[in-house]
């Protein structure tokens, strides 16, 4: 560490301001930002949506769009002033001393090129190397960042790679040059959490091996505790705090820094509770912590609401001339579990694995294969259109993405009361009186009843979904990702406003995520989920406690856990990808037993 | 749909905020002055004190501009600022109701094909395609030919030949906004297909349908333009610009006048519907400001 601390910087950053130019003229977005990354080391830049920190990388490359925006300051890179440079000179800059990296995997490479044409390119321009040179070094890149059969893939397409797959072949491209800066924006926020393990371990392994530095830019405080030696905080476009990682997480003066800390869901909080816990509140502004409210107490023993047997929804795969079935994604199989009356039950798993799949057969929003579903007294599979209509008053849906769950064209208030006066629940006045009272139920204004989705924040967004999934007095909601696309502090007043919710209204949430940390905050009881089937359900204790599916274990080993003590893990990590779940025609999986750990504890047996 | 419009919460309806914004746009504004000054010279043209505009005068045959004929005369002698006023009312309204069947017909088989899919979206999009595959004004004069000469039958046929285009664009724009997760939060609050048809598809897939229509009306007026140019359009000696340009053509170097005149009056309208088409995409979606 001391010895780092003595290393020279490789990039300087100097009161770094850029503005973009708005209809009143220049707004600026990042504020007099500096800070130093020295050889060796990984600087990460952490903050929320709209805090400035992907401009400040983007201003560094220059390659914000010139005519719309202004940067101001110095970014200082081998006694160079990248600034200053011409954009010729740039160009030798960019993807030779510095690369980058971003968070897309499936959009940041060109589908009508081999990866290994993508890649040779930058070896042949850069470093003037011949097609043969290129090819072969090309290929032993693929290898560095462990791409099983690289030479056999060297000559496919993107389309062929999953996502870790081509975030790999990403990084291959960026270090193909030998940079001495990588610029990570977000890089493993698209992944999945096993892929993301993956991934942030080859990259402590390839700075080790490179000797590069690493600028990583994230949201996330688990991600930077466990990749960062030091932090930048920002917030709003200043840099409101800088140091040592640990020094930020354990002695974090900014207020902000408190409050970002402390809204982060982490994994292992929650050893001994006994009841979903709401998260701390910290005043932005002041840095006052205010605690939680107590656990309730345990739910005693209750009527299941919702009671799945044997669900089953496959999708067929259909190819070539007269679109035979050739195959079927198994999204969901043979899946069965209960959900009592103010209760939340987390479906948890990774991309794929069938938990959002699951959400919708039981709502019918999907039609599942087969298997049996009982909703508060209604038969759900057997239900008739108009019957399916007057069950939807039971069941209500939040979706993920608050940006698109809301039709544009529709007021907040039209959004609200459409479901309750469809349902002639009451006339026009009384929708208007439920719209007000919803609103203000999830701490937004009856005023507001008139605006348009557009005008609201995306947690302002998501309160409103989650009104207008109230506005038909539910008993059971589906929250499918309902928080994972919301900032963390936003995400603990959503998931804290679900639980105060539950605890009024007496609501069962069926949870759908793939948030570990999130998942064990708020659950009851949590099922795991892998390729269509549950492989492990019981009491959020036990599960997370006494994992005993080997594959619930990988889950949560994988999860990163703000605490910088972990700098150093490495989780060895098999680099194999997510498995697919389509199978031929008329392929049957075998039947699967579970055996009961504890009480309500069952894991699926190999 | 109706209990929803009597709530005091529409009391603010979505039209004017459009409106407002309309009118701060410069180009909407020039594109709606374009077009109404041709449309009330159109609907004035009867108490205008201009010449008739068939009165044919040997005396006056192929005239240049001049203070008894402001525009000039025809290559029958006729007054072309007259014919010019009387046209207008030919292909105004040949351009607007023939985009008006078009777009009443094809932009409801666009929802459903693009809604429902399976064998609906198959069955429409086989036809659409085949008709797809006829030139456009191929078709509009077969059709036209089948329904007898005249403007009404003109307008239908050009409307007909014009819709497949909408069934395909409606149905494209369907396909992406039917993904969107506020289409299937309509379906699990309990909405019918029509209310999620009516008040989640079609608002969010007009504005492009709105940009199409106002390319299609200038289609339509040059399209008019050659259906009278074979008879089976506007019947002479009535005028309309696209029976005047044709006609001029022959004229060009003799009598540049006569094709200057509808041209540019095309040209106008045509650049008139555009900025109105434009400014209207961009008053009509909530997200721009």
Redesign the interface.
Known sequence: MTAEMHRPPILSVRNLTTSFRTDGGWKSVVRDVSFDVRAGETLAIVGESGSGKSVTSLSIMRLLAENASRIEGEVILNNRNLLALSEKDMRAVRGNEVSMIFQEPMTSLNPIFTIGRQISEVLTRHKGMTTREARAETIRMLEKVRIPNATSRFDEYPHQFSGGMRQRVMIAMALASRPKLLIADEPTTALDVTIQGQILDLIKTLQEEEGMSVLFITHDMGVVAEIADRTVVMYRGDAVEAGDTADIFHRGQHPYTRALLSAVPKLGSMQGEAAPLRFPVVDTATGITIAPPPAKAPLGHRQPILEVKNLVTRFPVRSGLFSRQTGAIHAVENVSFDLRQGETLSLVGESGCGKSTTG?SI?R?IEPTSGEIQLDGYNVQRLGSMD??????SI??I???PF????????V??AI???F???KLGG??E??EK?AYLLDRVGLSGAM??R?P?EFSGGQRQRI?IA??L??DPKVIVADESVSALDVSIKAQVCNLLLDLQESLDLAFLFISHDMAVVERVSHRVAVMYLGEIVEIGPRAAVFENPQHPYTKKLIAAVPVPDPARRGIRRGLADDELKSPVRPVGFEPPARQYREVSAGHLVQMA | MTAIAQTPIVEKAEGSRAWKKLRNSRSALAGMTIILFFTILAMAAPILPIPDPVATSWSAIRKAPSAAHWLGTDDLGRDILSRMIWGARASLMAGVFSVIIAVAIGVPFGILAGYFGGWVDLVISRITEALLAMPFLIMAIALAAFLGPSLSNAMIAIGLSAMPIFVRLTRGQVLSVKTEDYVEGARSVGLGHMDIMLRYILPNVTAPIIVQATLTVATAIIAEASLSFLGLGQQPPAASWGSMLNVAKNFLSQAPWMAMWPGIAIFLVVIGFNLLGDGLRDALDPREH
């Open positions: 919708r709502m929003l399916l209509q007057r069950m939807r008053k209500q849906m979706f993920q993405d698109s769950s809301l039709n544009p064209r529709m007021t208030g039209q009361a459409e479901p006066l469809k349902h026009s006045k929708a208007a719209t009843m008139n348009y557009h979904a207008r999934a506005s038909l």
